[in-house]
Antibody
């Protein structure tokens, strides 16, 4: 069974940093692109970042470029999101998602999410 | 960046009736070399992560009931629920995954029972 489990969320002050982790199991982690998607309280989904299977390709939404870094450790079946210079508008549930190997860039499995709250 | 616009923002349908949600992209998401539309539909119920329903605009994900169907090409797409069930109450999102990211989502359509 495919599972994605996020961790690392919490309360952080504006300007602070946080590192999110996502542990994958039940599939060959190194064979899939992986993504982070966020959802602010009561709002819609926002695509945040995506990383290629070997980590050589990384993409970000403009609003996080230069502040967030996506990375992965295929030996540990883990995906990460390093978030620096956090702002109030980064407050959201952050989902880790597996990119489908047959469905193009669609995300076929999602974690339950981890809540990041940026507030003083 | 490609902007995805869904309509309506909310929708109320009687049980057993048809529900139709529209999604329009600011540029075509049809890749001519393989004739595929890079468009997915997701369902999100309260307190849950999104669930993939449809990819390639019209291919149903494994396990998704056949009352869900996707159609459209280029810039205009539709998600149809042929006979609304109580468990279909959710927010529905379209997403484009054409070319270089960002792979943007629509703003969502809230589906309720009338």
């Amino acid at each position: 069974e495919v599972q994605l489990v996020e961790s690392g969320g919490g309360l952080v002050q504006p300007g602070g940093s946080l590192r999110l982790s996502c542990a994958g199991s039940g599939f060959t982690f190194s064979s899939h692109w992986m993504s982070w998607v966020r959802q602010a309280p009561g709002k819609g989904l926002e695509w945040v970042a995506k990383i290629k299977q070997d980590g050589s390709g990384k993409y970000y939404v403009d609003s996080v470029k230069g502040r967030f870094t996506i990375s992965r450790d295929n030996a540990k079946n883990s995906l990460y999101l390093q978030m620096n210079s956090l702002r109030a508008e980064d407050t959201a549930v952050y989902y880790c998602a597996r990119v489908s190997s047959s469905g193009g860039g669609s995300a076929d499995y999602w974690g339950q999410g981890t809540l990041v709250t940026v507030s003083s | 960046d490609i902007v995805m616009t869904q309509s309506p923002d909310s929708l109320a349908v009687f049980l057993g009736e048809r529900a139709t949600i529209n999604c329009k992209s600011s540029q075509s998401v049809l890749y001519s070399s393989n004739n595929k539309n890079y468009l997915a539909w997701y369902q999100q119920k309260p307190g849950q992560p999104p669930k993939l329903l449809i990819y390639w605009a019209s291919t149903r994900e494994s396990g998704v009931p056949d009352r869900f169907s996707g159609s459209g090409s280029g810039t205009d797409f539709t998600l149809t629920i042929s006979s609304l069930q109580a468990e279909d109450v959710a927010v529905y999102y379209c997403q484009q995954y054409y070319g270089t990211p960002p792979h943007t989502f629509g703003q969502g359509t809230k589906l309720e029972i009338k």
